[in-house]
């Protein structure tokens, strides 16, 4: 079992920034792709970002390429999304997934993703 906790969420304004944090445990933090995923109010789950398990690869939704970046420290056991420019879109509850996987591929879709963790919210007011 991999145990991950979000945090970071908050309200913010539109422009403003938030960093995001997942914290891992249970099993080899190295072992395992991230990814950030978020769902906003009677929308499905969406992709946001994935980061392999070394960080050499990395993937984004297009809505929020060049505004968010995705980055690990494997020796902290930790990921992180750091949001920049935020849009009040990008209104939504944070869920931050593990997916075993060893290859530098990485996957954009939900049901790839082994673990969940429950959550942050991030509002942006306009």
């Known amino acids: 079992q991999v145990q991950l906790v979000e945090s970071g969420g908050g309200l913010v304004q539109a422009g403003g920034s938030l960093r995001l944090s997942c914290a891992a445990s249970?099993?080899?933090?190295?072992?395992?792709?991230m990814g950030w995923f978020r769902q906003a109010p009677g929308k499905e789950r969406e992709f946001v970002a994935a980061i392999s398990w070394s960080g050499q690869s990395t993937d984004y939704a297009i809505s929020v390429k060049g505004r968010f970046t995705i980055s690990r420290d494997n020796a902290k056991n930790t990921m992180y999304l750091q949001m920049n420019s935020l849009k009040p879109d990008d209104t939504a509850v944070y869920y931050c997934a593990a997916e075993y996987n060893r290859a530098q591929a990485v996957a954009a879709y939900v049901n790839a993703y082994d673990y969940w963790g429950q959550g942050t919210q991030v509002t942006v007011s306009s």
């Open positions: 249970g099993r080899t933090f190295s072992n395992y792709a």
